[in-house]
């Protein structure tokens, strides 16, 4: 008899999270490579956090994608910046994209042990259930140093399953989305101040779902 195939991971498991990301990394550098030039509200959350975090500080771009924009963007502010991923893919394609900035394959909730002055994540909650929100934050909490800065960029609604991707990859995908009384709610279990939350609506050329950026500080 033939080999059996191996089972398909878990939805929204690590292992998951590889094989989706690694398989659709390059249909995304394709969408997302000049994504921030169309984005001004994204852009000032960005650098309003890098002036948060001392010049020099250690950052995490946590889930950085094939793009690796965010990395390249708070390392020109100054910042000691590493793009980490799950996905090799997406880290071999924003090593192209950006030699000069570092990247890693690393999984963002095993970080504790990092001792960072911040921490960003764009978009990298939703490929895992809503119920891993806690532990996400928690491991985040772990590696920043007391005043450490986190900046989280999340879809709003309410959505925790597998849906077709939404972005036209052909891939059936995890999709997590939150409120902003979940964010809050994790961030200060985790022992975050949430120093703002704000709502901005999508642009044209966005999944048309209203973003939340939420700014917090290590306590």
């Known amino acids: 008899m033939p080999d059996e195939p191996p089972p398909a991971p878990e939805p929204g498991s690590a292992a998951d999270v590889i094989r989706t990301w690694d398989a659709r990394a390059d249909h995304y550098l394709r969408l997302f490579r000049h994504e921030l030039d169309g984005k001004p509200f994204d852009l000032a959350a ?25 990395t390249e963007l708070l390392a020109a502010r100054g910042l000691d910046v590493l793009g980490i991923d799950l996905s090799p893919r997406c880290v071999a394609l924003a090593r192209e994209e950006k030699p000069g900035c570092r990247f890693a394959v690393m999984d963002q909730r095993e970080i504790a042990g990092a001792r960072l002055d911040g921490l960003v994540s764009y978009y990298s909650l939703h490929d895992q259930p809503k119920r891993e929100l806690p532990a996400a934050l928690a491991a985040w909490a772990a590696a920043l140093r007391p005043g450490g800065q986190l900046l989280i960029v999340a879809k709003e609604g309410t959505g925790d399953h ?10 059936r995908v995890y999709w997590a989305e939150f409120t902003q009384d979940e964010l809050r709610a994790a961030a200060g279990a985790a ?23 939420l700014a917090a500080t290590r306590a």
């Open 46 to 70: 960005l650098h309003a956090f890098a002036g948060r975090v001392t010049e020099g500080g250690t950052v995490y771009d946590a889930g950085c994608g094939p793009c690796g924009h965010v």
């Open 162 to 171: 597998v849906i077709d991707d939404p972005l036209g990859s052909g891939l």
């Open 191 to 213: 022992a975050f101040r949430v120093d703002d939350c704000t709502v901005r609506e999508a642009y044209e050329d966005e999944i048309p779902t209203r973003r939340i950026h």
